[in-house]
Nanobody, 120 residues
Framework: EVQLVESGGGLVQPGGSLRLSCAASGFTFIFSAMTWVRQAPGKGLEWVSIIDSAGSTHYANSVKGRFIISRDNAKNTLSLQMNSLKPEDTAVYFC??????????????RGQGTQVTVSS
């Protein structure tokens, strides 16, 4: 059974930083692309960043240059370093198994999410 558990969310002021983590189990992590997805209040899901099994990364334009995705295959852990946070980054952040380019369609495994609130 795929299990994904996010942590690291919280309240941060604009311009601040947070680091999210996702502990993965129940599948062969090293062979799987992984995705961070978010859902802002009243909006649909959007993909934020994807890292494939070889370590290649992709970022949504809205976070490019501010967020960094990484993975630790020895620890089965996915991370998202978020810098220069903006109020519009406020959302529930989920980690998901696979390259989830269209998170509002199809089926995929994701965690329960962690709340990130950017506010002064």
């Amino acid at each position: 059974e795929v299990q994904l558990v996010e942590s690291g969310g919280g309240l941060v002021q604009p311009g601040g930083s947070l680091r999210l983590s996702c502990a993965a189990s129940g599948f062969t992590f090293i062979f799987s692309a992984m995705t961070w997805v978010r859902q802002a209040p009243g909006k649909g899901l959007e993909w934020v960043s994807i890292i494939d099994s070889a370590g290649s990364t992709h970022y949504a334009n809205s976070v490019k240059g501010r967020f960094i995705i990484s993975r630790d295959n020895a620890k089965n852990t996915l991370s998202l370093q978020m810098n220069s946070l903006k109020p519009e980054d406020t959302a529930v952040y989920f980690c998901a198994k696979g390259p989830v380019w269209s998170p509002n369609s199809g089926t995929y495994s994701r965690g329960q999410g962690t709340q990130v609130t950017v506010s002064s």
